[in-house]
């Protein structure tokens, strides 16, 4: 079964615009944590946000925050005031407590920032 | 240099060649990973290495093997190659993590590009 899903393939959105990426999980660890990654097209993942399954308050890095529905088991990413530089693909992963090297990454959605 | 650094950047090879790709972190990290991307598909974890022993190794076929000599270099050696083995190659390193919802972060290099003919 996959662990992380990412419906969304790819989107657009207006320059100055917020975007919401969805990412749902699954795991039956009481004991995880969420990452979200931006893969632009020179190939380097970029960390930029990261939730874990005990912090009580949704997790925000700037322009990135990340809307924690843990009952929903959902980790969707918020780019506020889209800017060119962040089209992108972004990848949505998860660590499980009995694994604590191991990262399960989501398929990917393509951000494409319009002017 | 700052992060993680991958070299070759791109690299084209024919089935019968052999060839070595290289990682170097320079963030003081204990643990390493090889990372396969292809198109369409999600990451794929290959090997993990932590404090230079391997802990992961995810039934990646023997044409692939990965060495850590310590703690800051990582290379993935190559032999007989198929063309599905064409892909993106991440490396990435971190702190080791003490359990999943700890935050230990990985931190990628941007990658070898892999074309074989």
């Known amino acids: 079964a996959q662990k992380i899903t990412q419906t969304q393939p790819g989107m657009f959105v207006q320059e100055k615009e917020a975007v919401t990426l969805d990412c749902t999980y699954d795991t039956s660890d009481p004991s995880y944590g969420l990452f979200w990654y931006k893969q632009p097209s020179s190939g380097e993942m970029i960390f930029l946000i990261y939730q874990g399954s005990y912090d009580q308050q949704n997790a925000t890095e700037g322009r990135y925050s990340l809307n924690f529905q843990k009952a929903r088991k959902s980790a969707n990413l918020v780019i506020s005031a889209s800017q060119l530089g962040d089209s992108a693909m972004y990848f949505c992963?998860?660590?499980?407590?009995?694994?604590?090297?191991?990262?399960?990454f989501g398929a990917g959605t393509t951000v494409t920032v319009r002017a | 240099e700052t992060g993680v650094t991958q070299t070759p950047r791109h690299l084209v090879m024919g089935m019968t060649n052999k060839k070595s790709l290289k990682c170097e972190q320079h963030?003081?990290?204990?643990?390493m990973y090889w990372y396969k991307q292809s198109a369409k598909k999600p990451l794929e974890l290959m090997f993990v290495?932590?404090?230079?022993?391997?802990?992961e190794n995810n039934s990646v076929p023997s044409r692939f093997s990965p060495e850590c000599p310590n703690s800051s270099h990582l290379f993935l050696h190559l032999h007989t190659l198929q063309p599905e083995d064409s892909a993106l190659y991440l490396c990435?390193?971190?702190?080791?993590?003490?359990?999943?919802?700890?935050?230990?972060?990985?931190?990628f290099g941007p990658g070898t590009r892999l074309t074989v003919l």
């Open positions: 290495y932590s404090l230079e022993e391997r802990v």
């Open positions: 963030l003081g990290h204990n643990a």
């Open positions: 992963a998860m660590r499980e407590g009995r694994d604590d090297y191991k990262l399960s």
């Open positions: 990435a390193s971190s702190f080791l993590a003490t359990g999943g919802s700890s935050y230990n972060e990985q931190f």
